[in-house]
């Protein structure tokens, strides 16, 4: 790191600490006499920034009072004016407070007390926060409470029955909405309504008492959410860039993905779960625009209900949905200009009328992109100094388009159809020189120029979905699922050596031609209902996936081009895997405890056309094997600011399907890649700690993962090396995390993010090479918002990652990277101009360093992360807040495996 950046990253660290001194001190001069009390929570808000949210049966209109306050505390100043109103203030949140009234919480401790809860949600099954919650009693309040954030809700009270008890939800924008407890049961312990939704009010709102800011990261049910619509940088680029930006998540040059420092993460598309490996599911994240993603949910502790994919744990990605009831549209288009201009566009469009929703989207990125990447490796006393000039000119398309239905009040069917392509070509051009390591004497150059003229990429995924939910809590869930992938890929490369002296000694010329067919099927059914005053949830599932791999191997000649045999083979695979889970969760008081356990049983077979000693010596493989997968955690809600949970579980990663290909792919006469097909599945056993106060969340974790699989470079011979996955041995992994929001003003917020954390590998490369690598390492990362005069709104966002390990042996240098954003929205802000400078001081050049036995490597790379962004949204809409609902897909784990 040189020296512009270590100030950049003290001046970061400075203002967070700055910012934490500031965010408590918010002091309120207000004078009053005989008003309102409203209008004191409206000085307040005025003054402060923070929302106020109250019941209109705990304060009404005609509660008067008189206050003089000379720079009090709001705290103090709440407290000398609500205790003789019977009422007090509680932070709900570190910008919100709520007003509740002592007399009801007063009622809570009586005996023979009914727990009453649920979660409220909208028609698109996100989260309604801060609901009036009311119970009455023959129609007079008795008691009530005010949801959180996340929309859950629950209180106490001592029912004496259930006849004539009702409860009452009212929120700003959506019909007041009355339930009935059932009339043929006796109170007894637990009132649990599930999920309840809210329907969206059919006229427009002149006026809103009560509005918060949406923050760049928040907490939800213990998961991080990166909500990428509120953050100016992240605009215009692609999923796969976005990832990199969200709390604890790296992104390697070979496109893997890290979580709180470990390779093995599981990306979820709207609950559709994949794996990020290398190659052509990158391509999938591609396709997709930030302008079309509303947030990034990490999921460090997933239960049994999702696949039990994934070691590091799991990323969502959630897709913005229309909430308009009539038609909804929203476009945006972008220029990029780094090395090279590129045009990104994305269009969302959306129609629901009674029952029947459409929609649909479509997005682009046409351009070149330009990488630089080289090796300096040292093998068998020789040098191999190379490096690499790759113009990517392949052009990225996504499309989706649905349909949903509303049968009745508790059934809805629908189907979606999700199309991504990838086309164009691209060049790389290699220099390679080589020679004596104790001369340092260059005694001969390789250039292979490596034309990937034709490059093709379909996939497709049908998904039927058909979901009933009542108002007892009860959740019937059944997909269908079909998916679709082919790729065309052409190359053509030369190979010239020549000497010193410019004398050509070897000039060969290849053309290879691969074909991948693969098609993925899958049905699931999940259910869940209330049982024993807790939760239940059970599912199956059944996928089968079918792999056709064919590659052809040419030497161009003169006269004609040779197949080579040896380099040509087709290989296909088959694998059905049966699933099925349990889970329960219970409140016991502040106590929260839940337990689930997962089955899953994976047979698959594995055929080679032609056995060789570089294919592989075995033409069949099959494997058949089941695994057990427990999950189990304990939350302690010891206040409405803290809580405490500990979880554990065990989770599998599965080989990508093209990892168990055994074709060889020629980068250059040098240089290999070659996949496995014994390599076997990595399991790992993961315990978690968590802290949430407000908006500070801690966690400590420990992972341990058997039979660690991870791509590795290796030699063959005196002088080629090749890139092949392997299982090695065991890996550890300990992280502490720390995300902090902080708002010093009403135009200033600040998130920090801060991941340390310590790899420890115990790995076999064979022939005696063992190592036992350890690596204390950190990220950190700082992201603050401007809200500027005229309406402008700033944003300087900047992350640091310390020396690290990745993979098996990779020691990583420090690298680091700062972007600076600006937006103005016009037109009601229907439309919105923003204007990107990211990686301004070029810190994000990767350099790293490996060593197995004698053999040396050190790699560097540059993937054109500086560039110039503008681009234009505007939306379109003429109805009132409805919109298309989300679901998962029975191929979520299958559809990820594709590499």
């Known amino acids: 790191m040189n020296g512009i950046e270590f100030r950049y990253t003290i001046i970061t660290l400075v203002l967070f600490i700055i910012c934490s ?281 997933p239960g049994a209900k999702y696949d039990a994919a994934g070691t590091a744990g799991i990323i969502n990605v959630k897709t913005l949905k229309s909430t308009v009831d009539g038609l909804n549209m929203s476009m945006t288009t972008g220029l990029n200009y780094g090395v090279y201009f590129r045009n990104s566009q994305d269009l969302s469009v959306n129609y629901r009328k009674n029952r029947f929703n459409l929609y649909g989207s479509y997005s682009h990125f046409l351009g070149y992109y330009s990488y630089l990447y080289g090796g300096d490796r040292i093998q068998e006393g020789n040098f191999f100094n190379s490096f690499t000039d790759d113009i990517d000119k392949r052009n990225k398309i996504g499309s989706r388009v649905g349909a949903d239905f509303i049968i009745n009040k508790k059934s809805t069917v629908g189907i979606l159809l999700n199309g991504n392509f990838l086309f164009g070509g691209g060049i790389t051009d290699t220099k390679t020189d080589i020679g004596l390591e104790s001369t340092k004497v260059v005694e001969q150059t390789l250039t292979a120029v490596n034309d990937y003229y034709a490059q093709g990429t379909q996939r497709y995924n049908l998904n039927a979905n058909y979901k009933y939910e009542d108002t007892l809590g009860r959740i019937l869930n059944i997909d269908a699922d079909y998916g679709s992938f082919t790729k065309r890929a052409g190359n053509l490369q030369s190979n010239r050596y020549t000497l010193a002296d410019n004398t050509i000694t070897s000039d060969n010329l290849y053309r290879s031609l691969n074909r991948i067919d693969i098609t993925l099927g899958a049905v699931k059914l999940d259910y869940s209902t209330n049982l024993w005053k807790g939760k239940l949830e059970t599912g199956a599932k059944y996928s089968t996936v079918s792999s056709s791999n064919d590659s052809r191997f040419l030497e161009v000649q003169q006269a004609a081009e040779v197949l080579d045999p040896t380099r040509s083979n087709r290989f296909s695979f088959k694998e059905n895997i049966s699933s099925g889970y349990v889970n329960y969760k219970k409140p ?241 802000k229907n439309g919105t101009l923003r204007l990107v400078y990211s990686d301004i001081l070029k810190g994000s050049q990767g350099n790293s360093f490996q060593r197995v036995g004698n053999f040396t490597i050190r790699n560097y790379s540059y993937f054109e992360t500086r560039q110039l962004k503008l681009s234009f949204s505007y939306k379109f809409s003429n109805g009132n807040s409805k919109g298309p609902r989300t679901r998962t897909s029975a191929l979520e784990n299958e559809s990820g495996r594709i590499k």
Not at 27 to 44: A, C, D, G, M, N
Not at 148 to 168: I, M, R, V
Not at 272 to 287: F, P, R
């Open 588 to 828: 016991f008081g502040k106590w929260q405890l839940q337990g689930g356990l997962r089955v899953e049983n994976s047979r698959s077979t594995g055929r080679l056309e032609e056995v060789s000693e570089i294919s592989g010596n075995e033409q069949i493989i099959n494997r058949n094997y089941t695994n057990l997968f427990p999950f189990f955690s304990a939350s302690l809600t010891a206040s409405p600011t803290n809580s405490f949970s500990f979880s554990y579980s065990k989770r599998i990663d599965r080989p990508a399907y093209q990892n168990l290909n055994p074709f060889i792919y020629l980068l250059d006469e040098l240089s290999f890649w070659q996949g496995n097909p014994f390599l076997k599945p990595q399991i790992s056993h993961r315990g978690l700690i968590q802290y949430v106060h407000r908006s500070t969340i801690i966690g400590l974790s420990y992972t341990y993962t058997n039979d660690f699989s991870v791509e590795v470079t290796d030699t063959i011979g005196s002088s080629k090396i090749v890139m092949i996955p392997r299982n090695l041995g065991n890996q550890q992994h300990a992280a502490l995390t720390l995300t902090q929001s902080l708002k010093p003003s009403d135009w200033w917020d600040i998130t920090f993010n801060g991941t340390l954390f310590r790899l420890n590998n115990n790995v076999d490369f064979g022939n005696g090479r063992k190592l036992d690598l350890k690596q204390l390492a950190a990220r950190l990362s700082l992201q603050q918002t401007f809200q500027l005069p005229k309406g402008f709104v700033g944003e300087v966002m900047g992350f640091y990652n310390s020396k690290r390990l990745v993979g098996a042996n990779q020691f990583f240098e420090p690298n680091s990277q700062i972007d600076l954003g600006l937006q103005r929205s016009f037109w009601q």
């Open 21 to 301: 001194s500031l965010a408590n001190a918010q002091q309120v001069t207000i004078k009053l006499e005989k008003k309102p009390i409203i209008e004191l929570f409206k000085q307040i808000q005025v003054q402060t920034g923070y929302s106020i949210v109250y019941s209109n049966e705990v304060v009404p209109d005609s509660m008067l009072i008189s206050i003089n306050a000379n720079k009090l505390s709001v705290n103090k100043l709440l407290d000398t004016v609500l205790a003789s109103k019977n009422l007090f203030s509680q932070m709900l949140s570190e910008s919100l407070i709520v007003i509740r009234s002592r007399e009801m919480e007063q009622q809570k401790s009586k005996a023979n007390e009914v727990i009453i809860s649920g979660r409220i949600m909208n028609s698109d099954d996100q989260a309604v926060p801060f609901v009036t919650v009311s119970l009455l009693e023959t129609g007079v309040l008795v008691s009530g409470t005010i949801a959180d954030e996340n929309g859950n809700f629950k209180f106490a009270y001592p029912l004496k029955k259930y006849d004539g008890c009702t409860l009452k939800l009212t929120s700003l924008g959506y019909e007041n909405l009355i339930l009935k407890f059932p009339a043929d049961k006796y109170p007894t312990g637990i009132q649990d309504f599930g999920k309840i939704r809210l329907v969206p009010q059919t006229r427009n709102l002149k006026s809103v008492q009560v509005s918060g800011n949406q923050r760049v990261i928040e907490m939800n049910d213990g998961n991080i959410v990166f909500n990428v619509s509120k953050s100016i940088s992240a605009q215009g680029t692609n999923a796969l860039e976005l990832l990199a930006r969200a709390p604890g998540v790296s992104v390697a040059s070979d496109n893997s993905i890290s979580l709180n420092g470990k390779a093995g993460a599981s990306i979820l598309i709207d609950g559709k779960m994949t794996y990020l490996s290398n190659g052509e599911v990158a391509e999938l994240l591609k396709t997709m625009s930030s302008s079309n993603i509303r947030s990034i949910e990490i999921i460090n502790s």
